[in-house]
């Protein structure tokens, strides 16, 4: 029967592995280059990745920097494997998750929202649906990794005994980092600015009921740069990547139907649904944003110089302003404290805070309050102020202070043991066909080339 299994496979091969003709124009299919187990690594997959790293600066160490993609690809692969016969799984709401912490990050480096859309000349719905199906294959990855080093366990006493085998002159240097506290004021919309905005959705609802295309009211009028050019339309999505107000309407329109107006924290909507498959809904929409009077800026900024006066005063803890006061959702019942997209810790590295506030934090003391600035980093405009609840230095590392570093380097250090023998173990049981251009690469493992 393996031997049966093994001929299958390598006829599955030599189908796959090369390049094929689409149809009679002999358009070029992407190429297949390896096959592990029923996965297969794709060469786009490394080109692809290759334009990443290189774009972000990295390099390879004593191997081409393609050759150690490519092996990554296949660990990952031959990891995805295994999970689906130990019925290791990731659901939706995981994937979708990862994807939100991605996007967070991406929109903190360039710094906003609208700026990530431009240079990539996306929107962020089209961009979590070119990276889902990677992120569902690192998550997979991420989860059978765990599987396998899950009896690991590290007592103080190896802690520090790794400590002291490391040469003090080369302890790594721990950069200095920060936590910051924010509150948030959103400058309110005016009754009259609300209702313009109203009555010019309702009007492109009625062009739409008496049979003007939706599409091209939203290429003319709406005010989504990432959906617009598209005719509005954003692509199969969950309702987890929508906003609640958003998802709730959209989920329980019937097919062209066109919704009522739907206020969000983005500005306003009327929605078409164009199909659903399961739990995911493609959908077009025409958003329109509010004007903001300059007196509205005006009074959330004096609101927040108000409120962190009385914290200057010690009439108020900073903790206690943000529940009570602060519009962000996300930060207020946790004191207001900053989360880092790049860790999901709240610790930042200088380098690693978003612009706004990184300029603000420079002429920050210790627990000092700031004054009101503007920040546009998540796409709305918003007045903060905020506080540096702690600071640590640069510094030399010693297991004092650091002891979670030493923890974590010892605990990689055997998991990456671990792996390294499953690896080699999993490669000899599990069917891998390699495309010849890779037959003399430099691996880390040689269990490849068979």
């Known amino acids: 029967m393996h031997n049966i299994f093994k001929k299958f496979n390598t006829l599955l091969a030599l189908i796959l592995i090369g390049v094929f003709s689409a149809n009679a124009q002999d358009n070029v299919v992407d190429k297949v280059i390896a096959v592990v187990g029923n996965q297969v690594v794709l060469k786009s997959d490394v080109e692809n990745r290759f334009l990443s790293m290189q774009a972000q600066g ?61 240079y990539f000349n ?32 590290i007592t103080p006493a190896e802690v520090r005994e790794f400590y ?7 302890l790594p240097t721990i950069p200095g980092e920060l936590q910051i506290q924010q509150l948030v004021k959103y400058p309110q919309i005016s009754d009259n600015e609300k209702d313009r905005i109203r009555t010019k959705l309702r009007g492109y609802r009625e062009r739409v009921l008496n049979g003007d295309s939706f599409a091209t009211l939203a290429v003319l009028y709406s005010e989504d ?104 959702k996300d930060t207020r019942n946790n004191g207001g404290l900053l989360v880092n997209p790049y860790t999901g810790a709240s610790k930042f590295e200088r380098d690693n805070l978003p612009p706004a506030v990184s300029k603000t934090v420079n002429d920050l003391k210790l627990n000092e309050i700031s004054s009101a600035f503007l920040d546009v980093t998540g796409g709305k405009e918003a007045y903060k102020v905020i506080k540096i609840k702690s600071e640590t230095k640069a510094h030399k590392a010693n297991l004092s202070d650091d002891w979670s570093i030493f923890e974590n380097m010892l605990t990689n250090q055997k998991q990456q ?16 066909h390699v495309d010849d251009t890779y037959k003399n690469a430099k691996f880390r493992f040689k269990g490849w080339i068979k």
């Open 58 to 118: 990295y390099t390879s160490g004593s191997v081409d920097l393609k050759t150690e993609i490519f092996e990554d690809l296949l660990i990952q692969q031959l990891m995805i494997a295994q999970a689906q016969v130990d019925s290791i799984e990731v659901t939706d709401q995981e994937v979708e998750d990862q994807l939100e912490r991605k996007m967070e990050m991406y929109i903190q480096r360039i710094g906003s929202k609208e700026k990530l859309e431009q």
């Open 164 to 170: 002291n085998s490391i040469p003090q002159d080369s």
């Open 225 to 328: 740069p990432g959906s617009a050019q598209k005719g509005g339309e954003l692509g199969y999505t969950p309702r987890s990547s929508l906003v609640p107000e958003f998802a709730n309407v959209a989920f329980n329109l019937k097919t062209d139907k066109v919704s009522k107006i739907v206020e969000t924290e983005y500005g306003f909507h009327i929605i078409q649904l164009i199909d659903r498959k399961g739990e995911r809904i493609n959908v077009r929409h025409i958003l329109l944003k509010p004007k903001i009077e300059e007196e509205k800026r005006t009074a959330a900024i004096n609101k927040l110089d108000s409120i962190a006066n009385l914290i200057r005063e010690d009439k108020m803890d900073f903790d206690e302003a943000a529940f009570y006061f602060s519009d962000d």
């Open 417 to 432: 043991k671990i792996l390294n023998k499953w690896i080699s173990e999993k490669q000899e049981k599990t069917y891998v």
């Open 122 to 153: 996306k929107s962020i719905v089209d961009m979590k649906n070119d990276l889902r199906d990677d992120t569902r294959d690192e998550r997979i990855k991420e989860k059978m990794q765990a599987e396998i080093t899950k009896d690991i366990h």
